[in-house]
């Protein structure tokens, strides 16, 4: 190895390596399923087409760096999440290793479904940070929240590189509303963070079929699926509610 | 957009296999680079694309997506997509990312080649 490899500062940016999630000391609130004792699941391992999503909003005429957007986003997460997808940050906050608990709503009947689920923050640095899934998740892969300069006007973005996890999330995300319901989210949080700043930004969306096959060996992922196990749980949450423990 | 802090020599190891020498940074910003660094080393013999990581100063999570997306493109030209050069810190990031259960990883060249065959 080269002396240009050795110990940089910026690799403490990168969680510690983890084999299973562990959900101790999360604040009241979220559901808190299906995260602990789950293995991490990235772009390669889930089932469904791999898409590549981009969403921006520029933020003219705010003097702001990308460094304090960044930092103000991870202040501010869960504030800028709609009602169908509420955050729930563990109490280090938005910091490598940590979990995002997430309770979600996804287009069903009745109203829609509910999904508890949550994310790691793989990797956090002064202008980016990057969530990763767990088993049983809608999807399988990354999600970057950044924030960069570009003909002087501060950008913020969201990029996904992600699978549906199995088939049962492909077929919710090609064929129910989960694709526009993921868009509108995102829509949702930068259309927040633009007005923060006093902005009505327009966010601009891309989008780009990185892989259109399916990996059909993936399919047994099924079993960890978050939907499936939150609705199975619900009795048991509904007990709990009716004995008060 | 801001620039790059990246350079990439292209070169064979043999005909069936080229190396792609990052040197630098790769970020969201080397996309560019890389996939003309990966068009370079892919010609129609191409069986086997070794990225050299040794003189990799630093990679961030979009770093990794880029490997994602490149392992994808080779994929799609049924060649291997191999890795040499990464310290301990990056062998243990490509275990977190799961990005080890595609792309093989060897200590140097010679050990790369050889197993490609």
Redesign the interface.
Same mark, same amino acid.
């Given at each position: 190895?080269?002396s240009?490899?050795?110990?940089?500062p910026?690799?403490n940016?990168?969680?510690?390596?983890?084999d299973h999630l562990s959900t101790k000391d999360m604040p009241v609130g979220a559901l808190n399923l299906n995260v602990d004792g789950r293995g991490?699941?990235?772009?390669?391992?889930g089932f469904g087409q @791999?898409w590549?999503k981009t969403y921006k909003v520029r933020l003219p005429g705010v003097q702001v760096s990308p460094a304090e957007v960044v930092t103000m986003w991870k202040a501010k997460l869960p504030e800028f999440m709609p009602d169908d997808s509420r955050f729930y940050p563990s109490f280090a906050g938005v910091a490598p290793g940590e979990i995002l608990l997430i309770d979600a709503t996804l287009p069903g009947p009745g109203g829609g479904i509910t999904v508890a689920t949550g994310v790691m923050i @793989?990797?956090a640095?002064d202008e980016?940070f990057?969530v990763?899934t767990p088993d049983g998740h809608p999807e399988s892969g990354?999600n970057?929240f950044?924030s960069?300069?570009?003909d002087d006007v501060t950008i913020a973005q969201i990029?996904s @590189?992600a699978r549906a996890n199995d088939p049962v999330y492909e077929i919710g995300f090609r064929f129910m509303g989960g694709s526009k319901q993921q868009e509108a989210i995102w829509h949702h949080v930068l259309t927040q963070l633009a007005t923060n700043y006093g902005i009505s930004g327009e966010v601009e969306t891309s989008k780009k079929c990185?892989?259109s096959k399916i990996q059909w060996s993936q399919a047994k992922n099924v079993w960890h699926n978050a939907v499936i196990r939150t609705t199975l749980n619900a009795p048991v949450r509904a007990g709990r509610r009716l004995f008060g423990r | 957009m801001p620039t790059a802090n990246v350079t990439m020599n292209v070169r064979k190891a043999n005909e069936q296999a080229s190396v792609i020498e990052i040197h630098g940074e790769v970020t969201a910003f080397a996309e560019d680079a890389l996939m003309e660094a990966y068009t370079k080393a892919s010609d129609g013999k191409t069986k086997a694309v070794i990225i050299d990581f040794s003189d990799l100063q630093y990679m961030n999570s979009s770093g990794i997506g880029l490997l994602v997306t490149l392992l994808i493109r080779a994929n799609r030209q049924k060649q291997q997509l191999i890795v040499t050069g990464l310290n301990d810190h990056y062998r243990q990031i490509f275990q977190l990312t799961r990005l080890d259960e595609a792309i093989g990883i060897y200590d140097n060249e010679a050990t790369a080649l050889a197993a490609v065959g």
């Open positions: 190895m080269t240009s490899n050795d110990s940089d910026r690799d940016a990168w969680a510690k390596p983890v991490l699941t990235g772009p390669l391992q @791999l590549q @793989l990797y640095d980016s990057t990763m990354f970057t950044s960069y300069e570009e990029q @590189l990185v892989d | -």
